[in-house]
């Protein structure tokens, strides 16, 4: 610090040592800067240049009024160039000579730029944002690097970025993380990733973030989807490859003071994109190990014995794999998996505390929570698109998901029991867009959507909770999109939804009935399976 004082005041020591005898030797140059109207420009950069070696001399900007004075210029021939944003760059060359004040006027003319515009898939149908009537957000790789330096939680990531999500509760679940009041409904590059025979609220622990290109968030209710979306639609989206071959290695950790060995979180991330002859790939993997958390006391944080609270001591893996190629002129290929796994195993429980006099505290002899609570999810797809086959948009997607998820041990089951929910979902979905010429951009968005979902709820020692379900579904839609002004845009459109849901007999876990007049239930129930239409 003293040594940069020490430099600073020795410049500006030298720069004010002998200034007549330089000025003696040199000009000034003055001038204005106007647009094509003859207005002033405030805020314009200005560069002074040697015309013989493009050496820059000085710099200045204009004032409010547009007006710039450069002083003390040595004799030579010159190009000043002017510069702002919204209008094209302009320069004029000049020679300067000793003892002179020189004056000079620069017009700019004003410049349109045109930027990328964004296009979201989130009406199931490529569109630019700006003519999507639904709120939407758009989450890009800028927004999620961001974020994921704060925190690798999904679900703290979208409720810092999307207005109307509720705020994440810091655990496993994302049970009560609403959008607007409701649930929504989240996919994986089309791929549903709730449980809505048995809601696992776990949706948003499916994908690791590293996997993800942008995540696109409609709010509201929507019937394009189906499945239950009446608080909106989370699609979120995968990485695509890159035009050139590139390389990343990330490495971080991060702890707390009060503990640096029990709160060490290590992160790492590795992944590989290009394309090559018109073949693109991604691969990529990451890990992180999660670490104990403490409070600005430097207390551990108890977590909740029913493994539902906190990410602290957590393994979590990602693996992510896509590849696409052309097929023929107007058609591509691409298939994709995505693996995601998490698993806590703490050595701390909670040991409860007395109101008014001592708090809850994490103990290794307390309530421990259950080993390995957490989630396994795997979604694999195929796509292929043509760009015009009989006048019309195709997208046609096959998918599988193998999802299963560990709750927390309770003794709500009779002799105790963690239980855990299973999901295998097989679908189908074909979109079309078919242009109609009655007015520029309107068109028909049609399709249908297929899907069949086994659910269970067992517990972990094999005993039966909630017994298999299998839901099957096809659900046909139209939508019809004709804008009417520049402004003005009209939509409307039809879903049907077929389904049955098929169950299987089983018998209640709990006893339901009192046999021996006690008043006690001591004999378990018997339930008959059947299908609901």
């Not at 515009?117 to 149908?125: G, I, K, N, Q």
């Not at 449980?195 to 948003?204: F, I, Q, Y």
């Not at 009935?513 to 008959?528: M, S």
């Amino acid at each position: 610090m003293r040594l940069a004082q020490f430099l600073l005041s020795a410049c500006l020591l030298l720069t004010c040592a002998a200034p007549s005898a330089v000025h003696a030797q040199s000009a000034d140059l003055r001038g204005t800067v106007t647009d094509a109207q003859d207005r002033p420009i405030p805020s314009v950069n200005l560069v002074l240049e040697r015309t013989d070696a493009g050496e820059q001399i000085a710099g200045t900007s204009t004032t409010v009024d547009g007006t710039f004075r450069i002083d003390a210029v040595p004799p030579g021939t010159y190009r000043l160039v002017a510069s702002a944003v919204g209008y094209a760059k302009a320069t004029q060359t000049m020679t300067l000579e000793a003892n002179t004040q020189r004056r000079v006027s620069l017009r700019l003319e004003s410049k349109s730029y045109g930027l990328d515009e964004v296009v979201v898939s989130a009406t199931r149908t490529r569109e630019a944002l700006g003519s999507v009537a639904s709120s939407v957000s758009v989450l890009g790789p800028q927004d999620l690097q961001s974020q994921s330096a704060v925190t690798g939680d999904l679900g703290d990531m979208l409720a810092q970025t999307v207005p109307g999500l509720a705020p994440s509760n810091g655990s496993l679940s994302n049970f009560g993380q609403t959008m607007r009041g409701r649930s929504p409904f989240v996919m994986i590059d089309g791929v549903p990733q709730n449980t809505p025979l048995r809601d696992g609220a776990r949706s948003l622990r499916t994908s690791s973030p590293e996997a993800i290109e942008r995540i696109e968030v409609v709010r509201g209710a929507s019937a394009l989807y189906g499945y239950g979306a009446t608080g909106g639609a989370i699609n979120i989206i995968t990485r695509e490859p890159t035009s050139e071959l590139e390389g990343t290695t990330e490495v971080g950790v991060h702890g707390s003071g009060a503990d640096v060995s029990e709160s060490f979180t290590g992160r790492l991330h590795q992944s590989i994109s290009g394309r090559e002859g018109g073949v693109g790939f991604v691969a990529s993997g990451s890990y992180e190990s999660w670490g104990q958390f403490y409070d600005g006391r430097g207390t551990l944080i108890p977590q909740d014995p029913r493994g539902q609270g906190g990410l602290a001591g957590a393994d979590e893996w990602g693996l992510f794999g896509k590849v696409d190629a052309p097929v023929a002129p107007s058609q591509r290929v691409s298939a994709s998996v995505n693996y995601y796994s998490f698993r806590q195993d703490l050595e701390y429980g909670r040991q409860p505390g007395t109101y008014g006099e001592t708090p809850t505290a994490a103990t290794s002899t307390g309530i421990l929570p259950p080993k390995n609570p957490g989630t396994d999810n795997i979604v694999g797809q195929v796509r292929y698109e043509h760009t015009d086959l009989l006048g019309s948009e195709v997208s046609a997607q096959a998918y599988v998901q193998d999802f299963k998820t560990y709750y927390g041990y309770s003794t709500f089951f009779p002799g105790g029991g963690q239980p855990l929910i299973e999901s295998t979902k097989y679908g189908l979905r074909l979109d079309a867009t078919t242009p109609l010429g009655w007015t520029q951009g309107s068109q028909l968005l049609w399709g249908v959507d297929a899907l069949r979902d086994q659910t269970a709820q067992p517990l972990a020692d094999g005993r039966t909770f909630a017994p298999e379900m299998t839901q099957a579904s096809a659900a046909p839609f139209v939508q019809l999109r004709v804008p009417l002004a520049e402004r003005l845009t009209l939509r409307g459109g039809a879903r049907y939804e077929a389904l049955s849901v098929d169950v299987v007999d089983f018998t209640t876990l709990r006893p339901q009935f009192d046999t021996d007049g006690d008043g006690t239930p001591d004999q378990r129930n018997d339930v008959e399976g059947g299908t609901l239409t």
